[in-house]
């Protein structure tokens, strides 16, 4: 009786992780389609103890943007985020992998610096992986956590260290980490990209001071397709120079060892040198320009 027990609690079990998951998937694709973006950042308290101190100003953008479904496999999702400025102007935005039940991340350290972890098995049992890379697909920050579904609501939340936001590339020099809360909430409107950030400046010796904290509030309002018709037809003509992109990092992920990159080759940045090639550029040249800024 005590081994049928056991053999029942086992096939809910399992049962019950299959009908979670399928639930997850749901809300994974739901944040794909097209959207007007509000992007809403506000510093909120100053940790540091310096009169002198600057905090930077509120920013509040906003942005018609298509999310495009890249990969869609039983245990990989991939998204790639594209901005529409116009009809003729689309700019390749951030992308989104979700791993199901992945054991291998790339934790980011500071600078361009990131370290390859493995997780245990057992401790990711049920959970995602989202992978965030920046918009020349190399890596950006990454964590695991479970789906909740719950109440109607469904969201997922994790916390991990990430490089500083583009927004504070040229404005901020005193901190190097920003230690991110994500929530990613789906909603009656479309979904809700929520954060809680520290700004954190890492010294050599792993040393963390926290300089102050940050509130993000990215809200994805859902609107018909046809309204990012522009960048559909932009994805169609490019994706194939960005599915070689992908492959070469794929091949340096592959290596399971830390990974530091180059800022800048020939005094230009990476993603400078991969938006200037044309759409029929070689898997051969795009490979080429990846080595030069992964350092050996």
Known sequence: MKKI??????????TALAQNKQEDIKAIKNMCGC?????????????????????????????????ELVEDTPNKISMQHLLIVSDSMIIKHWRQDWLYENTELYNFDK???????????????????QKVFQVDDSPRYEG??????????????????????????????????????NIHEI???G?????????????????DTE???????????????SKCKAAQ????????????????????????????????????TLFTHLFKLKPDASKEETDKIIDTFVKK
Not at 146 to 164: E, R
Not at 191 to 207: C, F, S, T, Y
């Open 144 to 181: 695991s956590a479970t789906w909740v579904h719950v109440d109607g609501k469904h969201y997922w939340m994790n916390t991990t260290d990430a490089p500083l936001p583009r927004r504070e590339h040229t404005i901020r020099g005193d901190y190097n980490v920003l230690k991110r809360r």
């Open 211 to 225: 300089v102050a904290k940050e509130k993000g509030l990215d809200y994805y309002v859902k609107v018909d397709d």
């Open 191 to 207: 979904w809700l990209h929520e954060q809680d950030n520290v700004k954190i400046n890492r010294d050599n010796n792993g040393k």
């Open 35 to 67: 959207y007007e973006v509000t992007f809403n950042f506000t510093e909120t308290f100053q940790t540091k103890k310096d009169s002198t101190y600057t905090a930077s100003p509120t920013k509040k953008d906003f942005a018609l943007e298509w999310v």
């Open 233 to 268: 037809n932009w994805w169609k003509e490019n994706q194939n120079l960005w599915k070689n992109v992908r492959a070469k990092w794929q091949t340096v992920f592959d290596a399971k060892k830390d990974i530091n990159l180059e800022r800048k080759v020939d005094k230009k």
């Open 5 to 14: 027990s056991l053999l029942l609690a086992t096939i809910f079990s399992i």
């Open 187 to 189: 909603t009656d409107y």
């Open 111 to 129: 600078d361009l610096h990131w370290k390859y972890t493995k997780l245990d098995p057992k401790s990711v049992k049920g959970q995602w992986t």
